[in-house]
């Protein structure tokens, strides 16, 4: 049964996107901001997608003490990653969040930060993928049980917030291309 389940094709394109979406952050040192920005848009959905379209598994049991499994990400390694999304993203780093439940009962907005938030996604799914490259079947089926269980209940949510603010900084924020060009014209004549 777990052999079977780790061996659908949605769990190997599930795979697939989280490599490249891991990859990506890990490698995002002298990016620039816009293809940063760009390429992230065009991860996320793919992400998302592909973790809604996991196969069913047992449900995820936190009091599970067999069931906890070894964390590839460090603390360091969590804050070298957010640090160096947050020095690619810059200015562009800080959204208001709406989605927290504390903000029903908030008089002023609430602050989060894209860095975070994919920092918080890649943390996930470089555990996920630590454990998925053993290649022991047991640890595979349990680390599909909790990427699922964290997709339900924490990163999904995440997925979508980042996106929303990466969609705004995008096409709203950020000067065009042409705008880039008038303001270095400007810059060049004076």
Known sequence: METKIILEPSVA??????????????GIEEIDTRIFVDH???????LYL?????PAVKTFDEDD???VL?????????????MNIANVIERYDDYLEVF????QYSDTPIKANISEDLSDIYQDLRNFLFIFQLGINETMTQ????IQHNFKHYWGQKVCNAMRALHDVMYTQMPTDQEDE???NKEINE
């Open 143 to 146: 680390s599909l049980i909790e």
């Open 65 to 67: 003490e067999e069931g």
């Open 70 to 82: 070894e964390q590839y990400v460090t603390e360091d390694v969590y804050n070298i990653i957010r």
């Open 40 to 46: 992230t848009l065009k991860l996320l959905p793919l």
């Open 13 to 26: 394109e599930f795979v697939t996107v989280a490599v490249e979406f891991c990859a990506f952050i890990e």
């Open 50 to 54: 592909k973790a809604s379209t996991l």
């Open 182 to 184: 008038m303001i270095n």
């Open 100 to 103: 927290k439940e504390d903000m």
